[in-house]
């Protein structure tokens, strides 16, 4: 079974990360933020990723660390558990639309690590959690996971909306790259003989 636990533990943050690639979008996340565990839920019931996280942060500053050192631990344990990537879809895309916004996102499990981010939120906050950390989530998670991902917002009116629409539109992408290719049997999928 494809699964891997990472700790990362630092001045500012204590968090545990436990993913099940071949799993069943089950879910418990506890990071003492409340949009963004719901975020992950998504996150992992869309990707069909088990996933567990649990993150004691420096809250009492703000939620940055904490979101910032999920991504980081989340990459991390995904590069684990995809191991040497042979027989691998690779690829994922998807667009996604939910209500007002629509969000397109195409991925390369390239072990190159980039980050194209073409969304903007109407608004700075999300009830109290800052929207400019959906990027931050992002980037923590494309550099640690050697993951090249664009992200595009195509429409969106509503902040909440717009993030739920690019975690889940991630989700779906991801899930498709993670997936066995039945037609690549044991291969790499790459002319490279390495990702």
């Known amino acids: 079974m494809r699964k891997a636990t990472i700790t990362r533990k630092t001045a500012e ?19 003492g933020v ?12 869309h990707a069909l990723i088990d996933l567990t996280i649990t993150a004691k942060g420096d809250l009492h500053i703000d939620d940055h660390h904490t979101v910032e050192d999920v991504g980081i631990a989340l990459g991390q344990a995904l590069t684990q558990a995809l191991g ?17 916004a629509q969000v397109a996102t195409a991925l390369d499990l390239s072990a190159r690590p980039f980050l194209v ?4 939120f109407p608004t700075q906050k999300i009830g109290t959690f800052d929207t ?12 640690h996971g050697g993951i090249t991902l664009h992200v595009d917002r ?3 009116i ?4 717009i993030a739920e629409a690019a975690f889940k539109s991630v989700a779906r992408a991801l899930r498709m790259a993670v997936e066995p290719d039945p037609r690549m049997g044991d291969a790499l999928p790459s002319t490279k003989g390495a990702l």
């Open 13 to 31: 943050t204590d968090i545990s990360v436990t993913v099940t690639l071949d799993g069943t979008g089950t879910y418990a996340n506890t990071t």
């Open 34 to 45: 409340g949009f963004f565990d719901h975020m992950l839920d998504q996150l992992s019931r």
């Open 154 to 156: 195509l429409h969106g």
């Open 132 to 143: 400019e950390l959906v990027r931050e989530f992002f980037q923590a998670l494309s550099t």
């Open 158 to 161: 509503n902040s909440h909306h």
């Open 84 to 100: 040497d990537k042979r027989g691998i879809r690779r690829y994922g895309h998807f667009v996604l639309a939910m209500d007002d």
């Open 117 to 120: 981010w073409n969304v903007d």
